[in-house]
Structure formats: structure tokens, C-alpha cells
């Protein structure tokens, strides 16, 4: 049955009505495309911070006298709060207005930003981080619910392809925007452009956006539900982040992985039990909307934990700066600017499952492609690849949020976006996880034999777990003072070994493609995609 979007005039706990936010505008009020121009404003900060202050954790590190395992929950703790609070950020929005919680989610992670700036230790840094995550996680389902209700399902997938158009952009422009800030500025700036931006989308928000709530909107909160399902949420991403410190055999990383099981049956019961469930499971009945979640996530694993290690490649490997490395990096970035709202047009004519089983076979061939790349490899057969990737990803990234937010009802709208981020955030933290240990598992086994193939001297145990290390990510692990002919072979040894680990995890990232090439078809466009509100002002 399709639902059909009305507008709710009525207060939260229907008492009261709602100002004239809740009744279609005039002028720039609930404009669709301005519409859209607003919340790319606010997505632009969250999906730029996933991948920009990477480049600035040298710079943090240094500064602040952090230790390397300190740093990494600069990434680790964003990442682990904006995986854990979406879907219940996506029920906020459908229970208060998407506009509101977008507005504060914009408002916050500005602030957050700010004083990340301002913070002298590496533990404030952290905390803020955290809290940029939550807030961020408030934005973005909230996005996508108002782009639901504004859009006519005519121009929705338009408007999905430039919102995806914008997050590729974004997380593939955060490296270079990161180097230029941090070369030529200094690693707060980085935190500080998000300030404002962020007052750019309040401003932006209060002035045009239309706050648009479905008639059946939840009017309770299924606190267990939230607990439940934020607890296995975070063991799973807790594991996924801790397993290549910890190793996959390990004890701790099986009992987080087996404590998220258990978390997501005790949740999956429960929703069967509660009045108004956080997440009604008769959602996943629809199997062209359960097969865009597993399309997001698999597409998360190639794409976030291919280019994991393209990035060390170009840098530690090829010794480009990080200006250079993202500047080669623009093909990719390129292809998704101009293929999603090209995706968006094409899946509105022809449906979703030929341009989203097409853009995965692309996404496969070319992370067959990127198992190819040498030492030498020049910059044209690279920039082949990358746009190809490119290429692959826009219509997915378009197409699997189509499928994922148009077969939900309306008044689930924010539930459907936070189920859409938090399949990519789980995917890109499986494959970073996954891939690494493939990368880690050859370099391993790898290493010894060409390191003595080359005639250098044995390592003990211990030297050669820390030459394994910087391996890993295209370090040679040369000591200081060792004469320049030991220091060639060395280097020759370590990315040779280095380039061996990413063509085996470049190949698991392709066939993880394929398979999703095979979940594409069981995709449908959404049955519930209605014409919003903002219709008429198309």
C-alpha cells in the first residue's frame, strides 16, 4: 500500500498547532531546489570532517604531544558517535521536525568544530570530536527527510544525485582542502572553516527551510529500543575499529563482535513488543529496501576501504604531498560531481537496478584495476582508474538512497536516512577493518622472504613486527644512519611488499563489487516516493 504524505498542523504532542512552518510557503520558504542548496550546506561539513582532518593528525600529533593511539581517536571516536546515533537521530527528526533537528544538528557541530579550534589537549580534541559526531548524526537523516517531503518523486532522484554528488566531493576534497589548510595555515583552521559554514546553513535554514511532518509521525520514544540499539551498534563498530590493534583471533575483538549479535536479537525482539518501535521491522519486509542497505554497505566497503590505502600509496610510495595526492585524486572526485546528478536523471527513466548493477560492475573493474598498480605506475593509468571508480560509485551512491528512503513510509522518512548513513558508516569501518587485515595478513607473510631475498640483514622477532607496521602503510622501515645502499634495498623491499597487500585487498574490494552487482537486481524504485509540499514551487 503507498502512503500518502500529508502535513501535520499540529504541536508535538498534538495540542498545540504548529506556526506556519507546518503549511506550504511562499517565495523562498520550502523552495525545493533552495531546499537543497541548504542541507548540501550543512551535509558539505560532516562528510568533508570524515576525511580532512586526516590530513591535519601529523600536524595535531606534533603540536600537542599526542601519542599515535591518542590520535587515532581523533577519527575513531567521530566515526564511532556518528555510526551509533543515526537511525535514533533519524527518529528525532520524524518525531520534532526535520527542520529543527537539522538546525540544531548544524548549530552544534559548528560549536563542536569551534572549539576544537580552541582546545589545548589532545583529550579536548577527542571530546569534541565526539560531540561534532552526534551532531552531525542529527543533520544528516534530517537532510534526506527534508528532501523526501520537498521533492515530487519525479525530481527526487535529482535531488539524491546532487546530495550524493556533494558527500563524494566532499569525502574525496577532504584530503586536498586539508593540506592546503594545514601547509599554509595551520591544523585548527581545519576545524575553524566549519564555523562559518555552519552560520551560512543556519541562516540559510531559518530563512527557507519548511518543516514538514507526516500525519501517522511517532508521538513516543522506544527508550529500550534506543539502549538496545545503540549498544550493539557500538560493539560492532568498537570492534571494527580495535580488531586491526587487537587481531581477528583475538578474545576482546570476538566478545564485542558476539556481544553486537546478541544486542541486535535482543533488539530485534523487542521492536516485535513495543507500541511504536524505534525501528519497525516490518520495514525489512521490503526487499528491494533491505537490499539497498546491503547494497550501501558493500558499496562502503570498496569505495571507503579501497581508497584507505590509495592514499598511503600516493604519499608514502610515490612521495607525493598531500596537496599532490588529493590534486591526483581528482578524477574520482570529478567523475562523482558530474555522474550522480546524471545517475539521479538516468534512474528516474530506466528504474534503479540497471545504473546501480552497473555501477558496481564498474566499481569492480576498477578495483581490479587499482590490484594492477606498480611502484612506477604513471599518473594517466592511475587517473583511469580513480575516474572509473568514480564513475562506478555515483549512480550507487544515488540509487541505493533512492531504494533505501523512498520504499519507507513517510512518516519514517528520518528512520530510512539514518538506516542509508549508518549502513555507509558500518560499511566504510568493515572495509578499513576487512581490507587491513587482508593488507596486514600478506604483508606478513610476505615480508621475511623478500626482505631476504634482497640480501639484508635477518630481523629479529621483534624488528620484524615493527617493519611490519610501517609496511603497512608504505613506511620503509629504514634506521637512522644506515648507509644509502641498504637504505635503497630496504625501501625497494618495503613497497614492493606494500603494493603485493593492496593488490590482495584491492581483489577482495572487487569481488565484494561483484557481489553487490548481484544484490542491485533485487532493487525497485520506491514505492512511496510522493510529491511533497514544495512541489509547486518546482
Same mark, same amino acid.
Given at each position: 500500500?503507498?502512503?500518502?504524505?500529508?502535513?501535520?498542523?499540529?504541536?508535538?504532542?498534538?495540542?498545540?498547532?504548529?506556526?506556519?512552518?507546518?503549511?506550504?510557503?511562499?517565495?523562498?520558504?520550502?523552495?525545493?531546489?533552495?531546499?537543497?542548496?541548504?542541507?548540501?550546506?550543512?551535509?558539505?561539513?560532516?562528510?568533508?570532517?570524515?576525511?580532512?582532518?586526516?590530513?591535519?593528525?601529523?600536524?595535531?600529533?606534533?603540536?600537542?604531544?599526542?601519542?599515535?593511539?591518542?590520535?587515532?581517536?581523533?577519527?575513531?571516536?567521530? *566515526?564511532?558517535?556518528?555510526?551509533?546515533?543515526?537511525?535514533?537521530?533519524?527518529?528525532?527528526?520524524?518525531?520534532?521536525?526535520?527542520?529543527?533537528?537539522?538546525?540544531?544538528?548544524?548549530? &552544534?557541530?559548528?560549536?563542536?568544530?569551534?572549539?576544537?579550534?580552541?582546545?589545548?589537549?589532545?583529550?579536548?580534541?577527542?571530546?569534541?570530536?565526539?560531540?561534532?559526531?552526534?551532531?552531525?548524526?542529527?543533520?544528516?537523516?534530517? +537532510? =534526506?527527510?527534508?528532501?523526501?517531503?520537498?521533492?515530487?518523486?519525479?525530481? =527526487?532522484?535529482?535531488?539524491?544525485?546532487?546530495?550524493?554528488?556533494?558527500?563524494?566531493?566532499?569525502?574525496?576534497?577532504?584530503?586536498?582542502?586539508?593540506?592546503?589548510?594545514?601547509?599554509?595555515?595551520?591544523?585548527?583552521?581545519?576545524?575553524?572553516?566549519?564555523?562559518?559554514?555552519?552560520?551560512?546553513?543556519?541562516?540559510?535554514?531559518?530563512?527557507?527551510?519548511?518543516?514538514?511532518?507526516?500525519?501517522? +509521525?511517532?508521538?513516543?520514544?522506544? =527508550?529500550?529500543?534506543?539502549?538496545?540499539?545503540?549498544?550493539?551498534?557500538?560493539?560492532?563498530?568498537?570492534?571494527?575499529?580495535?580488531?586491526?590493534?587487537?587481531?581477528?583471533?583475538?578474545?576482546?575483538?570476538?566478545? *564485542?563482535?558476539?556481544?553486537?549479535?546478541?544486542?541486535?536479537?535482543? @533488539?530485534?525482539?523487542?521492536?516485535?513488543?513495543?507500541?511504536?518501535?524505534?525501528?519497525?521491522?516490518?520495514?525489512?519486509?521490503?526487499?528491494?529496501? #533491505?537490499?539497498?542497505?546491503?547494497?550501501?554497505?558493500?558499496?562502503?566497503?570498496? *569505495?571507503?576501504?579501497?581508497?584507505?590505502?590509495?592514499?598511503?600509496?600516493?604519499?608514502?610510495?610515490?612521495?607525493?604531498?598531500?596537496?599532490?595526492?588529493?590534486?591526483?585524486?581528482?578524477?574520482?572526485?570529478?567523475?562523482?560531481?558530474?555522474?550522480?546528478?546524471?545517475?539521479?536523471?538516468?534512474?528516474?527513466?530506466?528504474?534503479?537496478?540497471?545504473?546501480?548493477?552497473?555501477?558496481?560492475?564498474?566499481?569492480?573493474?576498477?578495483?581490479?584495476?587499482?590490484?594492477?598498480?606498480?611502484?612506477?605506475?604513471?599518473?594517466?593509468?592511475?587517473?583511469?582508474?580513480?575516474?572509473? =571508480?568514480?564513475?562506478?560509485?555515483?549512480?550507487?551512491? !544515488?540509487?541505493?538512497?533512492?531504494?533505501?528512503?523512498?520504499?519507507?513510509?513517510?512518516?519514517?522518512?528520518?528512520?530510512?536516512?539514518?538506516?542509508?548513513?549508518? +549502513?555507509?558508516?558500518?560499511?566504510?569501518?568493515?572495509?578499513?577493518?576487512?581490507?587491513?587485515?587482508?593488507?596486514?595478513?600478506?604483508?606478513?607473510?610476505?615480508?621475511? &622472504?623478500?626482505?631476504?631475498?634482497?640480501?639484508?640483514?635477518?630481523?629479529?622477532?621483534?624488528?620484524?613486527?615493527?617493519? #611490519?607496521?610501517?609496511?603497512?602503510?608504505?613506511?620503509?622501515?629504514?634506521?637512522?644512519?644506515?648507509?644509502?645502499?641498504?637504505?635503497?634495498?630496504?625501501?625497494? !623491499?618495503?613497497?614492493?611488499? *606494500?603494493?603485493?597487500?593492496? #593488490?590482495?585487498?584491492?581483489?577482495?574490494?572487487?569481488?565484494?563489487?561483484?557481489?553487490?552487482?548481484?544484490?542491485? @537486481?533485487?532493487?525497485?524504485?520506491?514505492?512511496?516516493?510522493?510529491?511533497?509540499?514544495?512541489?509547486?514551487?518546482?
Amino acid at each position: 500500500m503507498t502512503s500518502q504524505t500529508t502535513i501535520d498542523t499540529t504541536g508535538p504532542g498534538g495540542e498545540a498547532p504548529v506556526p506556519s512552518d507546518a503549511t506550504p510557503g511562499k517565495g523562498l520558504r520550502g523552495h525545493p531546489w533552495l531546499t537543497l542548496i541548504t542541507v548540501a550546506v550543512g551535509v558539505m561539513m560532516v562528510a568533508l570532517d570524515g576525511t580532512i582532518v586526516a590530513i591535519a593528525n601529523p600536524a595535531i600529533q606534533k603540536d600537542l604531544g599526542a601519542t599515535f593511539a591518542e590520535v587515532q581517536w581523533i577519527t575513531n571516536g567521530y *566515526f564511532l558517535a556518528l555510526a551509533v546515533a543515526l537511525i535514533t537521530a533519524g527518529k528525532l527528526g520524524d518525531r520534532f521536525g526535520h527542520r529543527q533537528t537539522f538546525l540544531i544538528g548544524v548549530v &552544534g557541530f559548528a560549536a563542536a568544530s569551534g572549539a576544537i579550534g580552541l582546545s589545548d589537549s589532545i583529550a579536548l580534541v577527542v571530546t569534541f570530536r565526539v560531540l561534532q559526531g552526534l551532531f552531525g548524526a542529527l543533520l544528516m537523516p534530517a +537532510a =534526506l527527510g527534508l528532501l523526501r517531503a520537498t521533492f515530487p518523486a519525479e525530481k =527526487l532522484n535529482m535531488a539524491i544525485g546532487i546530495w550524493g554528488m556533494v558527500i563524494g566531493a566532499s569525502t574525496a576534497g577532504g584530503p586536498i582542502l586539508g593540506g592546503v589548510l594545514v601547509e599554509h595555515v595551520n591544523w585548527q583552521s581545519v576545524f575553524f572553516i566549519n564555523v562559518p559554514v555552519g552560520v551560512l546553513a543556519v541562516v540559510l535554514g531559518v530563512l527557507i527551510l519548511l518543516d514538514h511532518r507526516a500525519e501517522n +509521525a511517532p508521538r513516543s520514544f522506544d =527508550l529500550l529500543g534506543i539502549a538496545l540499539l545503540s549498544a550493539a551498534m557500538f560493539c560492532l563498530v568498537w570492534a571494527l575499529i580495535k580488531a586491526p590493534d587487537w587481531g581477528w583471533g583475538d578474545g576482546r575483538t570476538w566478545a *564485542f563482535i558476539v556481544a553486537s549479535v546478541v544486542g541486535f536479537a535482543l @533488539f530485534a525482539f523487542w521492536e516485535t513488543k513495543v507500541r511504536e518501535p524505534l525501528i519497525p521491522l516490518a520495514l525489512f519486509r521490503s526487499v528491494p529496501l #533491505s537490499a539497498g542497505v546491503v547494497l550501501m554497505i558493500l558499496m562502503a566497503i570498496a *569505495f571507503m576501504g579501497g581508497l584507505f590505502f590509495v592514499t598511503f600509496y600516493l604519499q608514502n610510495v610515490h612521495g607525493m604531498s598531500p596537496i599532490d595526492a588529493g590534486l591526483h585524486l581528482l578524477p574520482l572526485t570529478g567523475m562523482m560531481i558530474v555522474g550522480s546528478p546524471l545517475a539521479g536523471a538516468m534512474i528516474t527513466k530506466v528504474g534503479p537496478r540497471v545504473p546501480l548493477a552497473g555501477g558496481m560492475a564498474l566499481t569492480a573493474i576498477a578495483m581490479y584495476g587499482m590490484s594492477t598498480l606498480e611502484t612506477d605506475t604513471g599518473s594517466g593509468l592511475m587517473s583511469l582508474w580513480f575516474a572509473l =571508480l568514480g564513475l562506478g560509485l555515483a549512480p550507487v551512491m !544515488v540509487g541505493a538512497t533512492e531504494v533505501i528512503v523512498g520504499n519507507a513510509p513517510m512518516e519514517l522518512s528520518g528512520v530510512a536516512g539514518g538506516l542509508q548513513q549508518a +549502513a555507509m558508516q558500518i560499511g566504510g569501518s568493515l572495509g578499513t577493518a576487512v581490507l587491513g587485515a587482508v593488507m596486514a595478513s600478506k604483508v606478513d607473510s610476505d615480508l621475511a &622472504g623478500n626482505w631476504t631475498k634482497a640480501g639484508l640483514p635477518p630481523l629479529t622477532p621483534e624488528q620484524e613486527h615493527q617493519a #611490519s607496521e610501517a609496511v603497512q602503510v608504505g613506511v620503509p622501515p629504514v634506521p637512522p644512519g644506515t648507509p644509502d645502499a641498504i637504505a635503497a634495498k630496504i625501501t625497494g !623491499v618495503a613497497h614492493d611488499t *606494500f603494493i603485493s597487500g593492496m #593488490s590482495a585487498a584491492s581483489l577482495v574490494a572487487a569481488g565484494v563489487a561483484a557481489v553487490a552487482v548481484l544484490i542491485a @537486481f533485487l532493487t525497485k524504485r520506491g514505492e512511496n516516493a510522493q510529491a511533497g509540499t514544495g512541489a509547486a514551487h518546482i
